[in-house]
């Protein structure tokens, strides 16, 4: 009988997740971003949230929506409330960005929303980890690059390093899935050492704040396989479609495989 309450102690905690889908849907033109008309940026989040309600993986079994610049969110309320075939809960929260400090760019608005956003979900107490996504983009590959893990990852981000003539190395920030507690310990509040001087780039900051975790027990600093936005660049606003951005992509696979130690 001891033995036995000694195992139900030692059970590990069922992971329960939560995916946060951040937005800004009329974006300042302080964010420099090429798409940036509200309607079409609507269209997109319309069409990422619908994908997620659909999303058998328990990666989007509970959906939090955070959405810093007022829009109005009734549509994608309606979304969740009439399009929902699982019943998934899904949360939205509005909370209004603060400016942009001199010489950084839009990341700096992105982490402060998901440091607000999480400390005021209801969803988040519940949940153990977390799979941050930018709202309008899809990521039909997650499940399966999650399930190829022997584990719930205490983190799970692509990073990589520029290749000759460039220099320095980033982390892709699209997509990523952590645990809370490594959330809490390493990535909150961390905009507030970005510098027009250094660590400028949201890319460059989360690198920097990660790449100490090298090495330790369920950390992947790169995915295990692919994971390919399905949507539209908002800097750029070109396709992830496109034929230069397949190539790319599968330029990457390629090298995930033949060569796992260039972080491409």
Same mark, same amino acid.
Not at 82 to 103: C, D, R, W, Y
Not at 254 to 264: E, N, Q, T
């Given at each position: 009988?001891? =033995? =036995?309450?000694?195992?139900? +102690?030692?059970?590990?905690?069922?992971?329960? &997740?939560?995916?946060?889908?951040?937005?800004?849907?009329? *974006?300042? *033109?302080?964010?420099?971003?090429?798409?940036?008309?509200?309607?079409?940026?609507?269209?997109?989040?319309?069409?990422?949230?619908?994908? &997620?309600?659909?999303? +058998?993986?328990?990666?989007?079994?509970?959906?939090?929506?955070?959405?810093?610049?007022?829009?109005?969110?009734?549509?994608?309320?309606?979304?969740? =409330?009439?399009? @929902?075939?699982?019943? +998934?809960?899904?949360?939205?929260?509005?909370?209004?960005?603060?400016?942009?400090?001199?010489?950084? @760019? /839009?990341? /700096?608005?992105?982490?402060?929303?998901?440091?607000?956003?999480?400390?005021?979900?209801?969803?988040?107490?519940?949940?153990?980890?977390?799979?941050?996504?930018?709202?309008?983009?899809?990521? $039909?590959?997650?499940?399966?690059?999650?399930?190829?893990?022997?584990?719930?990852?205490?983190?799970?981000?692509?990073?990589?390093?520029?290749? &000759?003539?460039? +220099?320095?190395?980033?982390?892709?920030?699209?997509?990523?899935?952590?645990?809370?507690?490594?959330?809490?310990?390493?990535?909150?509040?961390?905009?507030?050492?970005?510098?027009?001087?250094?660590?400028?780039?949201?890319?460059?900051?989360? /690198?920097?704040?990660?790449?100490?975790?090298?090495?330790? $027990?369920?950390? /992947?600093?790169?995915?295990?396989?692919?994971?390919?936005?399905v949507g539209y660049s908002g800097f750029k606003a070109r396709s992830y479609q496109s034929p230069g951005q397949r190539c790319e992509h599968l330029l990457r696979a390629?090298?995930?495989?033949?060569?796992?130690?260039? &972080?491409?």
């Open positions: 009988m001891q =033995e =036995e309450a000694r195992n139900l +102690k030692l059970a590990p905690e069922p992971v329960r &997740w939560l995916l946060v889908m951040t937005a800004t849907i009329a *974006p300042s *033109p302080q964010a420099h971003v090429r798409r940036a008309d509200p309607a079409v940026r609507l269209a997109d989040y319309m069409c990422t949230l619908r994908f &997620w309600l659909a999303e +058998k993986h328990p990666c989007a079994d509970r959906i939090l929506f955070l959405e810093n610049s007022g829009f109005d969110l009734t549509l994608l309320q309606r979304i969740a =409330e009439q399009e @929902n075939p699982s019943g +998934k809960p899904v949360e939205f929260l509005s909370i209004p960005a603060t400016p942009i400090p001199a010489g950084l @760019n /839009y990341g /700096y608005s992105e982490m402060e929303l998901l440091d607000s956003g999480l400390q005021r979900s209801t969803l988040r107490p519940i949940t153990t980890h977390m799979v941050k996504t930018t709202g309008r983009l899809a990521f $039909p590959t997650l499940g399966r690059a999650l399930q190829r893990l022997p584990s719930a990852p205490e983190l799970m981000i692509d990073c990589r390093r520029f290749p &000759w003539p460039r +220099k320095g190395a980033d982390a892709r920030v699209q997509l990523f899935a952590c645990s809370h507690r490594f959330y809490d310990t390493h990535l909150r509040d961390s905009r507030l050492g970005m510098r027009p001087d250094a660590l400028r780039l949201l890319e460059q900051l989360v /690198y920097h704040q990660v790449i100490g975790c090298a090495g330790q $027990p369920d950390v /992947y600093l790169r995915f295990p396989i692919n994971i390919d936005p390629v090298l995930r495989r033949l060569a796992p130690s260039c &972080w491409y």
